[in-house]
């Protein structure tokens, strides 16, 4: 890229920009992709990036949505709500009517309340909020709105297959807490506390940690309480770096507790388990893996391999890009109050086979949920992860009916 020009060219420059944008604008229908591309959860948004760009070229190779092409914006947010703002204002600004998110439940109630204002005050530049994996109950029950919908499973839901498929295991009597220090993690540790008590009374929790969210570098000091504490079994909601290390430094410890986890599959959890020998010791809870089977998962995990070094992250990105264009392709338009009341309440095939839905009262996507811990390849174990020889293997997979919980979504449709 030039490092400077001359005064002549920038005004030329300028002038092609501005005869350009409105072609540029008409010829394709962009998302702008708002999570973190830079500091330590930087693997974490790229994997997301990735995933979004995937299935746009997907789509494109189809013939596209509603006859333009579909393109991904990637836009650093820095993990900082106040930075999210201020580049869904810049969407906003280039014309984009759909943005994405996920990492931190912290920056999704940001862009909710941002997506509520701009599209109160700002008739014609309304967006549509698609959050991948933000999963704090809040969002679809007090803070739901009407222009955001969510296609993971919040908290809630999946700590009720969690501790359900907990409840069965008689060896587990004494379990530690261990979450960052933000809304999506007090959600985890506060379900957990409820739903262990309400399942398994007999269980004794006998740690409960909260820590600073993308901090750590060292979880030695964590672990070291873990370990004395005699816990046979870890509960963490922890994403991102700070999974991976907690791992490592279990691993190091030699800690024997089995951990059971939301994100232990995000980027350098698989190769962590892997480094710190945590032979099927190591549980999430997950809206599909590689290795589930059924659909045509198997065929469209072979084809995203094929172009990158690691599997394919976030089932729900496929299902949130499907079903945003089938959208688009019915009203014709990307238009957000046109999208909204087709995507309320719309069914959906996901790539493992299963029937699921988008709750229209509050925005929530339910479906086939699985539990898996990670192994060495080999059975029904074809798929590996981060090139690490060893892959996901489903133990339990709980039906999407099964998942469904109330909701307090008094839902506000706009004037």
Known sequence: MPTR????????????????????AADTIRIAYIDPLSGMMAPIGEQGLADFRFMADRINAAGGVAGKKLEIVPMDNKLSAQEAVVQAQKAVDQGIHIIAQGNSSGIAAALIDFANKNNERNPGKEVLYINYAAVDPPLTN?????????????????????????????????????NQDYSFGHSVRKAAIEMLKAKRPDVQIVGDELHPI???????????????????????????????LLLKAAGDAGLEANFYTYYAGGAGGPTAVKQSGLNGKVFGIVEGLANAGGGDAAAFEEAFRKTHDYGWTYPRVRNAVEMVAEAINKVGSDDPKKLVPVLAGM???????????????????????????????????????????WGWHVVAKV?????IVNTTCKMQKPS
Not at 11 to 17: D, T, V
Not at 224 to 234: Q, T
Request: hydrophobic fraction near 40%; charge should be positive; aromatic fraction near 12%.
């Open 214 to 244: 993308a901090k750590i570098t060292d979880f030695s000091p964590y672990v070291a309480k873990i370990k004395a504490s005699g816990a046979d079994s870890v509960i963490t909601g922890n994403w991102g770096s700070d999974i991976a």
């Open 347 to 389: 069914k959906h095939k996901t790539m493992y086979g299963g029937e699921a839905f988008m709750r229209e009262t509050d925005h929530q996507f339910f479906q086939d949920m699985y539990i898996a811990n990670l192994v060495p390849v080999g059975g029904d174990v074809k798929f590996d992860e981060e090139k690490t020889g």
């Open 399 to 403: 039906p999407a009916q099964a998942t």
């Open 5 to 24: 020009f001359g005064k002549g060219m920038a005004i030329a420059g300028l002038a092609m920009g501005m005869m350009a944008a409105p072609a540029f």
């Open 142 to 178: 007090e803070k739901c709105s009407y222009w955001h919908f969510r296609w993971d499973a919040n908290s809630d839901i999946k700590m009720q297959a969690l501790t359900s498929y907990m409840k069965t295991n008689k060896n587990i009597k004494k379990v530690y807490l261990i």
